[in-house]
């Protein structure tokens, strides 16, 4: 991802009140978590499975620290059934920040990433997580807020699926 | 050892700390025994120790019990790296371990029933206060100790397999109401404000 991407969208997220972020590393916007980490009003905690990710997110989040959570779309097929039982059932607002591989816009795609990638967006349907998709900077600080925003107000997580631009 | 006689042993000895619980058996009985406002029991498998760790970062002044089994911890190990890498000093873990899946009527033996030590799991993923207990006076000297002290406890509790939760009546709070008064037990006692009606 393109530098001056990458500290626009770790800005928009400081910026619509993101305190906390657990994450799993993947390739697409690796180059936020450094950024992450630079940046103090970040807590930032690395995981080893992306359902840690949401269960650690959930605990921040009740805790009063609206909480992140980043990893790649994978990430929500492994997490599933904690987006379900802790962000939905429990209603837990945290926000997803998703690196859309596998995408028809995802410019690393391939035979390995398209099939969780045509999956990703039934998947977030069957589970009734909000969802938008960012293809380039267009508004991002606007569509980050408008996503935190969201995930306040239904006390559910909310995901920003991350493609085109940001996967070069 | 029963996982009864623990926890009455511990509900004495809860007043302002944060107590995440799991599912099942340990949910009703704790509920029952010690109906807490700080209580989270997140009625799931494989997600109290996660939910309590974050808890434990983010509010690093409050002392976070975790109340996992050995079904639950199983499901869910990767946690354990995670935990001694961040060794929160403000986290007492529990693992009520009676060896078998209860919940299934069956019994069916957990990985613990036979070659797996989870405090040697805990010890070798970096939380090196991780003890097993196997008798209620070792119980009550471990848990005491992890209650007073600053730092990260990780205790494996050999219990018997038991059924007395099933006479005990099941919460009627939904998960939602259960969340809310938590979050507001903590807004009470945190002075500061949790959910935000806006970002």
């Given at each position: 991802?393109?530098?001056?991407?990458?500290?626009?969208?770790?800005?928009?997220?400081?910026?619509?009140?993101?305190?906390?972020?657990?994450?799993?590393?993947?390739?697409?916007?690796?180059?936020?978590?450094?950024?992450?980490?630079?940046?103090?009003?970040?807590?930032?905690?690395?995981?080893?499975?992306?359902s840690?990710?949401?269960s650690?997110?959930?605990?921040?989040?009740?805790?009063?620290?609206?909480?992140?959570?980043?990893?790649?779309?994978?990430?929500?097929?492994?997490?599933?059934y904690n987006?379900?039982?802790?962000?939905?059932?429990?209603?837990?607002?945290?926000?997803?920040?998703?690196?859309?591989?596998?995408?028809?816009?995802?410019?690393?795609?391939?035979?390995?990433?398209?099939?969780?990638?045509?999956?990703?967006?039934?998947?977030?349907?069957?589970?009734?997580?909000?969802?938008?998709?960012?293809?380039?900077?267009?508004?991002?600080?606007?569509?980050?807020?408008?996503?935190?925003?969201?995930?306040?107000?239904?006390?559910?997580?909310?995901?920003?699926?991350?493609?085109?631009?940001?996967?070069? | 050892?029963?996982?009864?006689?623990?926890?009455?042993?511990?509900?004495?000895?809860?007043?302002?700390?944060?107590?995440?619980?799991s599912?099942?058996?340990?949910?009703?009985?704790?509920?029952?025994?010690?109906?807490?406002?700080?209580?989270?029991?997140?009625?799931s498998m494989g997600a109290a120790l996660g939910?309590?760790?974050?808890?434990?970062?983010?509010?690093?002044?409050?002392?976070?019990?975790?109340?996992?089994?050995?079904?639950s911890l199983l499901l869910s190990?990767?946690?354990?790296?995670?935990?001694?890498?961040?060794?929160?000093?403000?986290?007492?873990?529990?693992?009520?371990?009676?060896?078998?899946?209860?919940?299934?009527?069956?019994?069916?033996?957990?990985?613990?029933?036979?070659?797996?030590?989870?405090?040697?799991?805990?010890?070798?993923?970096?939380?090196?206060?991780?003890?097993?207990?196997?008798?209620?006076?070792?119980?009550?000297?471990?848990?005491?100790?992890?209650?007073?002290?600053?730092?990260?406890?990780?205790?494996?509790?050999?219990?018997?397999?038991?059924?007395?939760?099933?006479?005990?009546?099941?919460?009627?709070?939904?998960?939602?109401?259960?969340?809310?008064?938590?979050?507001?037990?903590?807004?009470?006692?945190?002075?500061?404000?949790?959910?935000?009606?806006?970002?």
């Amino acid at each position: 991802m393109d530098a001056e991407l990458a500290k626009r969208l770790v800005t928009g997220l400081r910026e619509a009140g993101i305190g906390f972020v657990s994450y799993l590393p993947e390739t697409r916007l690796s180059e936020i978590v450094p950024l992450l980490r630079a940046d103090s009003s970040f807590m930032v905690v690395p995981v080893a499975n992306e359902s840690e990710a949401v269960s650690i997110s959930a605990g921040a989040s009740l805790g009063g620290r609206p909480a992140a959570v980043y990893f790649e779309g994978s990430g929500v097929y492994v997490s599933a059934y904690n987006l379900l039982v802790l962000g939905k059932r429990l209603g837990v607002p945290m926000l997803l920040i998703v690196a859309y591989y596998g995408s028809i816009l995802d410019k690393r795609n391939s035979h390995i990433y398209a099939a969780p990638g045509i999956h990703l967006i039934p998947l977030l349907q069957s589970l009734e997580i909000q969802h938008v998709v960012l293809e380039d900077g267009a508004r991002l600080e606007d569509k980050m807020k408008g996503a935190v925003k969201m995930m306040h107000a239904i006390k559910q997580p909310v995901a920003l699926l991350f493609t085109g631009e940001f996967t070069v | 050892m029963k996982r009864s006689d623990c926890y009455e042993f511990l509900a004495p000895r809860v007043t302002d700390q944060l107590v995440v619980g799991s599912l099942s058996g340990q949910r009703v009985e704790w509920a029952h025994v010690c109906p807490h406002e700080g209580n989270l029991l997140v009625a799931s498998m494989g997600a109290a120790l996660g939910v309590a760790v974050g808890l434990s970062l983010v509010l690093p002044h409050r002392k976070v019990i975790a109340l996992e089994s050995d079904g639950s911890l199983l499901l869910s190990l990767y946690n354990l790296p995670t935990l001694g890498n961040l060794n929160p000093p403000n986290l007492t873990v529990f693992v009520f371990d009676n060896e078998v899946y209860s919940g299934t009527r069956i019994s069916e033996p957990s990985a613990t029933s036979g070659n797996t030590d989870l405090a040697a799991v805990a010890r070798a993923c970096g939380i090196s206060r991780a003890v097993t207990v196997r008798d209620l006076e070792s119980f009550k000297r471990e848990a005491t100790e992890a209650l007073e002290q600053r730092t990260l406890s990780f205790i494996v509790c050999k219990i018997e397999q038991t059924t007395g939760h099933r006479q005990i009546p099941r919460p009627t709070e939904d998960l939602w109401e259960h969340k809310y008064r938590f979050v507001r037990y903590l807004e009470k006692t945190e002075g500061k404000q949790i959910f935000l009606g806006r970002g």
